[in-house]
């Protein structure tokens, strides 16, 4: 009798989530991880549904952010309160969140391995069992020991260098880069920053993203991010941050410094034959505001979903045909928003003079709600036509009062 094996390498939220779906319904499930204590370079913030949809427990919410401050390159402050007292962005640690997550999914049943993936073979065009090959570091030490384990199917949730992605020749991709400093702020600075996060926008901090500071536990991050064309001047745009971030975090002391590359969209092929990929692998970042924590959390489960309703309890492979079926589920349900977001960033992160007139913009009540209500719970309510109207003009006003303020 047929045992469907299936392997999922990584494991941030991506991995863990598919794992985990995978475990709950009895499929035989491998998640390889490296490093168990990691802590991907992330802002760390995520969506009030997120919290509800994946279960997760007070103690992994650091801080419970209600307001929003957006800072101008102009140093024009806009504030922005969510008036709701239920409703807060959460902002995480990586390393506890995607330790509980993947604990989670282990003890539902996933075998947990300390490894790195260094090879996958593709018997008979992929028609037979893949071949893992992997360094186990279960047994401590830093060489690790070599195996191999025969696999049905893998789902690549190993991120924006992903070895799953080459060894399929899924494409590549346009990426950023994300460059963040973790700054230990006296306990003062600190209450400045209960529940508030910054983001700032400028060509002194990105040419063509935001930077940010970010509360964690007892922390703040400070980071920047732009594309990989400017990936030298990543230091310069982290010492512009930290320039106008200076009076909030001044006497601060670095306690991380990291950076990580992030996809900019899909890759070209997220299904060959066995193989899927989910979160940053397949490319799912979204543009203008940088989020992937639940994306990369959503894919996993959905594509998890498509193989459990495929395998008929385990008693069939899936094929490529069957788990495309989650590429096409995942792009009706996220696709426009990607190129919602896509459009968004080309228009207000190309110039001072639109991002003057994006932070105007942000203290539009009207443009608040949309904004907020389309993050907090991933669905968006449409405008009804008088208050779209009004937020058409108040873009074009916005768009010419910029030029004037831009420095």
């Known amino acids: 009798m047929l045992t469907l094996r299936v392997a999922v390498v990584g494991g941030g939220p991506a991995g863990s989530c598919a794992a985990e779906t995978l475990a709950k319904a009895g499929i035989e499930t491998y998640i390889f991880e490296r490093k168990l204590d990691n802590a991907k370079p992330c802002g760390g913030a995520i969506p009030l549904c997120m919290v509800s949809e994946f279960e997760l427990p007070p103690e992994i919410i650091d801080r419970r952010v209600r307001n929003m401050k957006m800072i101008s390159p102009s140093n024009v402050e806009v504030d922005i309160k969510l008036d709701n007292p239920d409703e807060y962005i959460g902002m995480c640690r990586r390393e506890v969140l995607d330790a509980f997550l993947r604990n989670r999914a282990a003890d539902l049943g996933a075998k947990l391995i300390n490894a790195r993936v260094l090879d996958i073979k593709i018997n008979n065009n992929g028609k037979q069992p893949y071949v893992i090959t992997y360094s186990d570091f279960s047994e401590g030490g830093t060489e690790g020991v070599m195996r191999t384990l025969e696999i049905d199917l893998i789902v690549g949730a190993d991120g924006a260098n992903s070895v799953v992605a080459k060894a399929m020749d899924a494409g590549e991709y346009n990426y950023a880069i994300a460059f963040q400093e973790r700054i230990r702020i006296s306990p003062e600075k600190m209450e400045y920053y209960k529940d ?50 200076l009076p909030r975090i001044e006497g601060g002391e670095v ?19 066995r193989i899927a990929l989910v979160g940053d692998a397949a490319g799912y970042v979204t543009k203008s505001s940088g989020e992937g924590i639940y994306f990369a959390a959503k894919s996993g489960r959905m594509c998890a979903e498509a193989i459990v309703e495929f395998a008929e309890a385990g008693k069939r492979i899936p094929t490529e045909a069957d788990l495309k079926v989650y590429i096409k589920r995942w792009d009706k349900q996220y696709g426009l928003t990607y190129k919602v977001l896509d459009i968004l960033q080309n228009v207000f992160y190309a110039t001072n003079a639109t991002r003057e007139a994006f932070v105007e913009m942000c203290a539009d009540k009207d443009v608040q709600k949309l904004t907020f209500d389309s993050y907090l719970y991933k669905t968006v309510v449409p405008a009804n036509p008088l208050t779209q109207l009004k937020i058409t003009f108040k873009t074009i006003g916005s768009l010419l009062r910029g030029n004037a303020l831009a420095p």
């Open 196 to 245: 508030l996060a910054e983001m700032y926008v400028g060509d002194d901090v990105s040419p063509d993203f935001y930077a940010w500071v970010f509360p964690k536990y007892d922390h703040v991050a400070v980071g920047t991010g732009t594309m990989h064309k400017n990936q030298r001047l990543i230091k310069q745009l982290q010492a512009g941050i930290r320039t106008r971030a």
């Open 255 to 273: 306690i991380k410094v990291e950076a990580h590359p992030i996809p900019e969209h899909p890759r070209p092929r997220r299904v060959v034959g």
